[in-house]
């Protein structure tokens, strides 16, 4: 009896080495998209790694086209992340956007939006991102 509960808490411990490495993987790359690792993501994938894999899969949603195509859901992504002021997150989005075929018209109506919606604070947190359209 013994020798089969080792066998199982074993194979279990395999199993979260491998788990572990995934949630790894998954904040790099996370990581390398946003240009910096957002302190959340490193205490997620301690506390619940599910929540890295659901995260990465809306994510992914984001970047596909779907009844929307990406060219337009990232430009809304841009200006919820503007909205929320943080600057990092908007040159994430703002690279992800232009990579994405988004032209400069397209941002700076985008930048009208978060202007009406969301102020000058908003507005102020594109302030590097906007650099990207040099």
């Known amino acids: 009896m013994d020798l089969i509960k080792l066998k199982i808490t074993g194979g279990g411990d395999m199993t979260r080495h491998k ?5 790894k993987e998954l904040i790099r790359s996370m990581s390398e998209k946003l240009g910096f690792t957002p302190e959340i993501l490193n205490v997620l ?6 929540f890295l894999m659901k995260y990465n ?3 992914h949603r984001l970047l596909q086209d779907g009844a929307l195509p990406a060219k337009v859901k990232i430009p809304m992504a841009l200006a ?3 909205s929320k002021q943080c600057e990092r997150c908007v040159v994430a989005q703002m ?3 232009l990579e994405n075929g988004a032209t400069k018209e397209e941002i700076m109506e985008t930048l009208d939006v978060i202007s009406i919606t969301s102020g ?4 102020a947190a594109c302030r590097d991102a906007l650099k990207l359209l040099k």
Do not use: I, Q, T, Y
């Open 19 to 23: 788990e572990m490495l995934e949630d």
């Open 45 to 50: 994938g301690e506390l619940e790694p599910e």
């Open 57 to 59: 899969r809306c994510n």
């Open 80 to 82: 919820v992340v503007a």
């Open 95 to 97: 690279k992800s956007a």
């Open 120 to 123: 000058a604070p908003a507005v």
